[in-house]
């Protein structure tokens, strides 16, 4: 299993970014599937996480992100995506999808992950 960040780069501050991860060797439509960062010398952080029931997709984001990130996936489950508005400098960081395989746990947590993507770099200038 793997999963394949892309998106990142460098941009000013206000400026938007779409990052992307694709899954391949299995599928998570049922479990979260989030997003996480790590700023130099800093520990790593959430972000954004989506979870599924039966009947409703679930959106979590940190208090940062709210109104101005945005998560999404496929009805798949294959990607998910952050469309990141209104950027900051302080969002810079090397940003990590993550992929869970079940729904045991709060979304929010990196302990709920079993997988995760290599990382794509964020540099927001001011």
């Known amino acids: 299993v793997q999963l394949q960040a892309s998106g990142g780069g460098l941009v000013q501050a206000g400026d938007s970014l779409r990052l992307s991860c694709a899954a391949s060797g299995r599928t998570f439509s049922r479990y979260p599937m989030g997003w996480f960062r790590q700023a130099p010398g800093k520990e790593r952080e959430f972000v954004a996480a989506s979870s599924r029931t039966e009947s409703s997709t679930l959106f979590y984001y940190t208090d940062s992100a709210k109104g101005r990130f945005t998560i999404s996936r496929d009805n798949a489950g294959n990607t998910v995506s952050l469309e990141m508005n209104s950027l900051k400098p302080e969002d810079t960081a090397v940003y990590y999808c993550?992929?869970?395989?079940?729904?045991?746990?709060?979304?929010?947590?990196?302990?709920?992950?079993?997988?995760w993507g290599q990382g794509t770099q964020v540099t927001v200038s001011s």
């Open positions: 993550a992929a869970a395989t079940n729904d045991l746990y709060d979304p929010r947590s990196a302990g709920a992950y079993r997988y």
